[in-house]
């Protein structure tokens, strides 16, 4: 079992930038892919970045590559989401999530997931 909390979310103006953490919790997260995902209101959750286990692979979406950066440390049990050059549409609540399968880009392929932090960008 694997437990996620987020935190770092917030309100900035576009163009600004945010950190998020993802806190993990048991004993198996640093053999687990982690990934982000964010959900705005009225539309699906969607696939942000994600990290190999070993922090070997990243993968992102086309609408946050080259702002976003994904990265772990797993003597911290923790991932993070460097968000840069942030957009209005960024806007969502984030989600952090974990699975011991492979990385992949549809949420309902991960195992476990936070309870999500809000990112409000003001234009």
């Known amino acids: 079992q694997v437990q996620l909390v987020e935190s770092g979310g917030g309100l900035v103006q576009a163009g600004g930038s945010l950190s998020l953490s993802c806190a993990a919790s048991g004993r198996t997260f640093a053999r687990s892919a982690a990934g982000w995902f964010r959900q705005a209101p009225g539309k699906e959750r969607e696939f942000v970045a994600d990290i190999a286990w070993n922090g070997f692979t990243t993968t992102y979406s086309d609408s946050v590559k080259g702002r976003f950066t994904i990265s772990r440390d797993n003597a911290k049990n923790t991932a993070y989401l460097q968000m840069n050059s942030l957009k209005p549409e960024d806007t969502a609540l984030y989600y952090c999530?974990?699975?011991?399968?492979?990385?992949?880009?549809?949420?309902?392929?991960?195992?476990?997931w936070g309870q999500g932090t809000q990112v409000t960008v003001s234009s």
């Open positions: 999530a974990a699975t011991e399968a492979g990385t992949s880009s549809v949420a309902r392929q991960w195992q476990y």
